[in-house]
């Protein structure tokens, strides 16, 4: 099993910045990527980034591209996500993912919630 916790959640206005952190506990051996997602109400949840554990490739939807950064530290079993120029369109509910290679499953947190003000 593998557990999930995101962190950096929050308030802010538009234009702020937010820096959402996810540590990986339990048997991280076989990360393939990790990754976020978003749901905002009443919308179906939606890729944000991802990032391949190994070679560090990075994928990220449109709507967050040249505004969104995905890393990882691997020693940590993190995956961060930088978000800058934050926009109310942002506002959503944040889990972050991890597909292992040894299981052959997805994980998922619990969710970290970001409000972005006008």
């Known amino acids: 099993q593998v557990q999930l916790v995101e962190s950096g959640g929050g308030l802010v206005q538009a234009g702020g910045y937010l820096r959402l952190s996810c540590a990986a506990s339990g048997r991280t051996f076989g990360i393939y990527k990790m990754g976020w997602f978003r749901q905002a109400p009443g919308k179906e949840r939606e890729f944000v980034a991802t990032i391949n554990w190994s070679g560090g490739t990075t994928t990220y939807a449109d709507s967050v591209k040249g505004r969104f950064t995905i890393s990882r530290d691997n020693a940590k079993n993190t995956a961060y996500l930088q978000m800058n120029s934050l926009k109310p369109e942002d506002t959503a509910i944040y889990y972050c993912?991890?597909?292992?290679?040894?299981?052959?499953?997805?994980?998922w947190g619990p969710g970290t919630q970001v409000t972005v003000s006008s």
């Open positions: 993912n991890l597909y292992s290679r040894a299981s052959g499953r997805d994980y």
